[in-house]
């Protein structure tokens, strides 16, 4: 593990280290109080979040055609009043802890680049209200695939829960922070994240009371409450705070502003209970089971949310979120009674698209290859856009109440992206050349909260 540099604020950074990265993962532990925890996510990954943050201005500018001023002004004046002092001190805590180690990042920098999966929906509430013709581009990305069963559908009649990351390559090749965070009030927790981010934000994290939280996001979704709390407070909240799938239904939904709406997947093994919190700005739908399963590829349940607060068409089977739902179905009958975490590991390295019947890897498959799509997927990304799975998790019962889940750094099938390759035959995407790296695909790794 890596010690403070000479001359590092040891009272702020005491306890915490950084892992040298292992098959492209880096174990970082954080505790204390909540400036203690963000000066040292801000100090330890100093350099990744200042490389971070120039991907998110890269993306929002070039998405939004908004300078990050724009960004930054709304982290002030729009998130930051609706913050409260825990998660405040922490942010500061970030900005100083990067300041500390010499990169030049300020608080407002810290905010956006923690609010970055709430922009796209609060820029098109913005535009709207503001008369500004929309931005094709601002369409809701089919982020993730995930299930969670439980009872008769697993092998032990016990919980386990799966999920994939599913974004921009850009960002993706840099999601790999495992974040152990011990703060001083509420739970421990464990999760995957970017540098600098105080939640998951794809999400995949378990407490110290046996909950696991993840989602997909609600596709084709539209609305944003600017006066609420934003999504990730509510998410770093309901992490750190929650002993029950009730806890995490309450915090999500006070202050629900809209924001980065998703369809939350719960796992409680200390009731051996599931859940499902499909959570939009005006409909919000919990349903829990003992025995069972819930799946997750952006594809929206409620009928009236579909019908008020989305363009969802669930006639098009051609779609991804509608392709990979069609799978999980096929997935859940034909493995009931066998599901484990090794065949959690298989199922998010599937490349069956149900629309074609037959194995190719694309935008409409579990393990996402949007590069490798004539078509794209829809109106996030273009044909062979940058973008699909670039990260995996899971983990059982068994592996919760240890505080620990197994991670896939890249594609779980084992295809590596290959940067310049791609942009040579793919110039139209040469605006990411500058920050765009290689992903390769890494080995499963067990990871688990450090002793």
């Given at each position: 593990?890596?010690?403070?540099?000479a001359g590092?604020p040891?009272?702020?950074?005491n306890g915490?280290?950084?892992?040298p990265q292992?098959?492209?993962?880096t174990f970082?532990h954080?505790?204390?109080?909540?400036h203690?925890i963000?000066?040292?996510?801000?100090y330890?990954?100093?350099?990744?979040?200042?490389d971070?943050?120039?991907?998110v201005i890269?993306?929002?500018t070039h998405g939004?055609?908004k300078?990050w001023?724009?960004f930054r002004n709304?982290a002030?004046?729009?998130?930051?009043p609706?913050?409260e002092?825990?998660?405040?001190e922490?942010?500061?805590?970030?900005?100083?802890?990067?300041?500390?180690h010499?990169?030049k990042?300020?608080l407002w920098?810290?905010?956006?680049?923690?609010?970055?999966e709430?922009w796209d929906?609060?820029?098109k509430?913005y535009?709207?209200?503001?008369g500004i013709k929309?931005?094709?581009?601002?369409?809701?990305?089919?982020?993730c695939?995930?299930?969670?069963?439980t009872g008769?559908?697993?092998k032990?009649?016990?919980?386990v829960i799966a999920?994939?990351n599913?974004?921009n390559?850009l960002?993706?090749e840099?999601?790999?922070?495992?974040?152990d965070?011990?703060p001083?009030?509420?739970?421990?927790?464990?999760?995957?994240?970017?540098p600098g981010?105080?939640?998951?934000?794809?999400d995949f994290?378990?407490?110290?009371a046996?909950?696991?939280?993840t989602?997909?996001?609600?596709?084709?979704?539209?609305?944003?409450?600017p006066?609420?709390?934003?999504e990730?407070?509510?998410?770093?909240?309901?992490a750190?705070?929650?002993?029950?799938?009730d806890?995490?239904?309450r915090?999500?939904?006070?202050?629900?502003n809209?924001?980065?709406a998703?369809?939350?997947?719960?796992?409680?093994?200390?009731?051996?209970e599931?859940?499902?919190l499909?959570?939009g700005?005006?409909?919000v739908t919990?349903?829990?089971?003992s025995?069972?399963y819930?799946?997750?590829?952006?594809?929206?349940i409620?009928?009236?949310?579909?019908?008020?607060?989305?363009?969802?068409?669930a006639?098009?089977l051609?779609?991804?979120?509608?392709a990979?739902?069609?799978?999980?179905?096929?997935?859940?009958?034909e493995?009931?009674?066998?599901?484990?975490?090794?065949?959690?590991?298989?199922f998010?390295?599937?490349?069956?698209?149900?629309f074609?019947?037959?194995e190719?890897?694309?935008?409409?498959t579990?393990?996402g290859?949007?590069?490798?799509?004539?078509?794209?997927?829809?109106?996030?990304?273009?044909?062979f856009?940058?973008a699909?799975a670039?990260?995996?998790?899971?983990?059982?019962a068994s592996?919760?109440a240890?505080m620990?889940?197994t991670?896939?750094a890249?594609?779980?099938?084992?295809?590596?992206?290959k940067?310049?390759?791609h942009?040579?035959?793919?110039p139209?995407?040469?605006?990411?050349?500058?920050l765009?790296?290689?992903?390769?695909?890494?080995?499963?790794?067990?990871?688990?909260?450090?002793?």
């Amino acid at each position: 593990m890596s010690a403070p540099q000479a001359g590092a604020p040891n009272a702020e950074l005491n306890g915490a280290f950084r892992r040298p990265q292992n098959n492209g993962w880096t174990f970082v532990h954080l505790q204390g109080t909540p400036h203690q925890i963000g000066f040292q996510n801000g100090y330890l990954l100093a350099p990744e979040i200042e490389d971070t943050l120039k991907v998110v201005i890269l993306e929002e500018t070039h998405g939004t055609k908004k300078d990050w001023q724009f960004f930054r002004n709304a982290a002030q004046t729009m998130m930051w009043p609706h913050i409260e002092r825990e998660y405040r001190e922490e942010l500061q805590g970030i900005a100083d802890g990067v300041s500390a180690h010499g990169e030049k990042i300020d608080l407002w920098d810290v905010v956006a680049l923690n609010g970055a999966e709430e922009w796209d929906y609060y820029v098109k509430q913005y535009d709207k209200e503001h008369g500004i013709k929309a931005t094709a581009s601002l369409a809701v990305p089919e982020h993730c695939s995930a299930f969670v069963a439980t009872g008769s559908y697993t092998k032990d009649g016990k919980a386990v829960i799966a999920h994939n990351n599913w974004t921009n390559y850009l960002d993706g090749e840099r999601w790999t922070i495992i974040f152990d965070i011990v703060p001083a009030k509420g739970k421990r927790m464990l999760m995957d994240g970017l540098p600098g981010v105080i939640h998951s934000a794809d999400d995949f994290v378990m407490n110290s009371a046996g909950i696991v939280i993840t989602e997909t996001t609600i596709g084709h979704f539209s609305g944003y409450d600017p006066n609420g709390i934003p999504e990730f407070i509510r998410a770093r909240k309901a992490a750190q705070y929650s002993s029950s799938i009730d806890d995490f239904t309450r915090i999500m939904k006070e202050g629900n502003n809209g924001g980065y709406a998703n369809t939350w997947l719960v796992a409680d093994i200390g009731k051996n209970e599931i859940g499902r919190l499909e959570l939009g700005l005006k409909h919000v739908t919990l349903e829990r089971k003992s025995d069972g399963y819930f799946v997750g590829s952006n594809f929206p349940i409620s009928e009236k949310l579909i019908r008020e607060e989305t363009d969802f068409d669930a006639h098009d089977l051609s779609q991804s979120s509608t392709a990979r739902h069609v799978r999980w179905e096929q997935l859940m009958a034909e493995n009931k009674g066998k599901i484990d975490v090794g065949a959690a590991q298989r199922f998010l390295a599937d490349h069956y698209d149900t629309f074609e019947n037959k194995e190719d890897a694309d935008e409409r498959t579990l393990d996402g290859h949007i590069d490798l799509s004539p078509r794209g997927s829809g109106g996030w990304q273009p044909p062979f856009g940058m973008a699909g799975a670039v990260e995996n998790k899971a983990a059982d019962a068994s592996m919760t109440a240890e505080m620990s889940f197994t991670a896939a750094a890249g594609h779980a099938c084992g295809l590596d992206f290959k940067a310049a390759e791609h942009l040579r035959t793919h110039p139209e995407f040469s605006w990411q050349q500058p920050l765009q790296r290689d992903m390769d695909s890494h080995a499963w790794t067990t990871f688990s909260v450090a002793k």
